[in-house]
């Protein structure tokens, strides 16, 4: 099917267009950083951004660290040791490689500088208990904040106060060092007090704020978690410079400019949606019968783009991820419609706990699923996206991919 084709393409294109690799040079041959440099990278592009930021420091480069998700280490960077822990809940790994990358610091010369690396998935990998909670502790918050359809700002101000390295306290432990802190962004609205919950940024985020997502989540707490609630974060850093290199507009931007180089008309309809993911799907399966009755003055073929990170509210005990669950509440309304395609995708090629990127749908999938025997509305309602998918051959596979700017939603309508 061309479409999907097409849509394929678009993915691999505009995903290619936001890697962070250029993008890190550039920022550090702008800044002109003099002296011994120090390269620390967190997240789950940080391989990519530390090999990237090696390659440009040449002979200032003295040595650091990688801290990224499992399977997203490329291999060995020279005088640096890579280290991979849990995403998107942390483990024990988490606070072994948080305490060594502390380690490393406290033995750099206070007058060397570090350009501290950071990409999405950084508030699971890089984690220190403030009062020395349990592995444990750590998991049960993480795992309830998942769980609660809290948006990624709410999840990590409850994060940012619990922690010993969030909401500016990293920069806090490397102070008098000079930080470079560059950022490829996760977060709609690039705040970037909330990417990584902000390791090496002043905290806008309150304990009153805190204590009130808590309340709304209703979220179950130790003494000790409640008690580290209530220490104020800095809100001011003197050591920091702070750098921001991509985000999910650019991803946008390019998958727009791809899908009209392909012959289609396109519309972008935000960059930052973050409503419930079955919510959204089940309103771009219907935008999709509009256009195709006529209803929407949107000429074919139409490519409808649209970047954010939306939520699940997990009721069930399924497999999946936002973006699957998306594509699979697509699938219900564009059920019969031919030359209608609708995906969903992470643009770090991960999706949840899971091995897919995200899903693709068209007008036959509910008939595939239905044809495998599954039963398609109780797998959606226990969270089960993965499963429908998987067995109508609409799950979309990238592996890591090096970046994480967000997901990218595409409509894709051929003329009949």
Not at 39 to 64: D, P, S, T, Y
Not at 88 to 104: A, N, S, W
Not at 329 to 334: D, G, L, N, R
Not at 368 to 393: F, T
Request: proline fraction near 3%; hydrophobic fraction near 40%; glycine fraction near 10%.
């Amino acid at each position: 099917m061309r479409l999907r084709d097409d849509a394929i393409d678009i993915i691999k294109k505009s995903i290619q267009e936001v890697l962070p690799d250029n993008a890190v040079k550039k920022a550090l041959k702008q800044e002109d950083i003099k002296g011994n440099v120090h390269v620390i990278a967190i997240g789950k592009a940080a391989w990519r951004m530390a090999q990237a930021a090696v390659e440009m420091l040449g002979n200032q480069f003295m040595g650091g660290m990688v801290l990224t998700k499992y399977g997203h280490s490329l291999g060995q960077i020279d005088k640096m040791e890579i280290l991979e822990a849990g995403h998107p809940v942390p483990d024990q790994q988490t606070l072994e490689g948080t305490e060594k990358i502390l380690e490393y610091v406290e033995s750099i010369p206070e007058h060397e500088a570090i350009v501290f690396l950071i990409s999405g998935g950084g508030s699971s990998l890089f984690e220190k208990p403030l009062l020395n909670n349990s592995i444990e502790e750590l998991e049960s918050v993480n795992v309830q904040l998942l769980r609660s359809g809290a948006n990624i700002v709410e999840m990590n101000t409850v994060r940012k106060h619990l922690s010993a390295v969030k909401g500016g306290r990293f920069a806090q432990v490397c102070y008098p060092r000079a930080i470079y802190s560059i950022i490829l962004s996760d977060v709609l609205g690039n705040r970037v007090d909330t990417i990584a919950s902000g390791p090496t940024c002043p905290d806008t985020s309150t304990v009153e704020e805190a204590l009130k997502i808590v309340e709304k989540y209703q979220l179950t707490l130790s003494e000790t978690s409640l008690q580290a609630i209530t220490i104020e974060t800095p809100k001011s850093l003197e050591n920091v410079k702070t750098i921001m290199i991509g985000s999910v507009e650019i991803l946008c931007q390019e998958a727009e400019k791809i899908a009209r180089s392909l012959g289609f008309h396109t519309k972008l309809l935000s960059s930052s949606i973050e409503d419930e993911a079955s919510l959204v799907g089940k309103d771009f399966g219907e935008l999709a019968k509009r256009i195709v009755a006529g209803q929407e003055d949107i000429p074919l073929p139409c490519a409808i783009i649209a970047g954010g990170e939306t939520v699940v509210t997990i009721k069930g005990n399924g497999k999946g991820g936002r973006n699957q669950e998306l594509a699979l509440s697509a699938a219900f309304p564009i059920s019969g419609l031919g030359d209608v395609v609708f995906l969903s995708v992470g643009s770090d090629g991960t999706d949840g706990p899971t091995d897919a990127a995200g899903g693709m749908v068209d007008g036959g999938s509910l008939s595939r699923m239905q044809e495998s025997g599954s039963d398609i509305q109780s797998l959606l309602e226990n969270n089960d996206s993965y499963h429908a998918l998987k067995s109508s051959g609409d799950l979309i596979f990238t592996g890591p991919t090096g970046t994480n700017v967000n997901d990218l939603m595409m409509l894709l309508i051929d003329k009949k």
